[in-house]
């Protein structure tokens, strides 16, 4: 009896050739859903909320009409996982250094105080609304920072579940295009320069992309200001990241947990990738303007593969049931932020 269960469970294991295949299969379906996001991502309406936003939703959908893709979870993991990092290593080049330090230092500044204020009114009116504190703490990271790249970057120094990170992203992506929209219908009626409302475009909205909608109708020089203002925000991303790392840290010691913090050396990447577009990219080693475009669209792209596989894990009930109250958190937070920015910018 043994020796047939035995027999049985090894005819049940697939060979490596067939998990080679499962794997690929698993990565070029997260591949296929990015592409039908790019592509949905192209309808005017759908244009605003983007690819991440659309890949998110769609793999959410997928798992509730057809379930979780077991057979070829291997590869959608991996996407959710190592392309993220990939993503995020990337991600770098979209940020100039040299520009931000020697014209945006003042921005700079307002960028911090942004950053705090998001993470600690969001956590905060969290705690006050009774939301789950993980959902909370990566929707103010992404409000403060950079929405999506943000969300990715934290999650595995938080060691947090996958399902939270899509969630957040699905989250941030569909508040943050509201506000985007929202900022170009008010924009006319306000009495403000086009210099102060691309500041204040750049210092409050999430993502780079809604802070480009934003600020594109006010001209080009507003959109430029617009842009500098919110890579000041993703600069601070890697301070941000260390400083939750050494918060980790003592909470694990205070509590006298084994729980080991892996250095995050995507981060490391992210740092090297930045230094590299802002000092020799286009410095010291030329490329055409073409080959810029195609890495950062290869990026979003990554981004939105790592999106898919995120999607996956979330359930449509636990959505429906965890997300309210770390919503309404992050949409007064947001709120606040516009209000207050408004102000300083």
Known sequence: MEKFQEHHSSKEKPSNSTSRIRWIAGVAFTFLIALVSFMLAEIPVLQHIGPLACAIFIAIMYRQLFGYPEAIRQGIQFSAKRLLRLAIILFGLKLNINLIIHQGMGILLRDACVIAFAIAATVLAGKLLKAEASLTLLLGVGTGI?????????????????????????????????????????????????????????????????????????GPNALAVALMAKLGRVLLLIPVCFIFMFWIKRKNADSESKARIEFPWFLVGFIAMSLFGSYVLGKTVHVPNTVLVFLSNATTFILTSAMVGLGLNVSLNDLRTRALRPLAAMTITSILLSILTFFIA
């Open 146 to 218: 950079c929405g999506a790249a943000a969300i990715a970057a934290v999650s595995p120094i938080l060691k947090a579940k996958e399902e939270d990170t899509a969630m957040s992203v699905g989250i941030i992506a569909l508040i943050g295009t509201i506000f985007s929209i929202v900022y170009t219908f008010i924009r006319p009626i306000l009495s403000i320069s086009a210099l102060h409302y691309g500041i204040w475009s750049g210092i409050s909205l999430h993502e780079i992309a809604q802070v480009a909608l934003a600020g594109a109708p006010a």
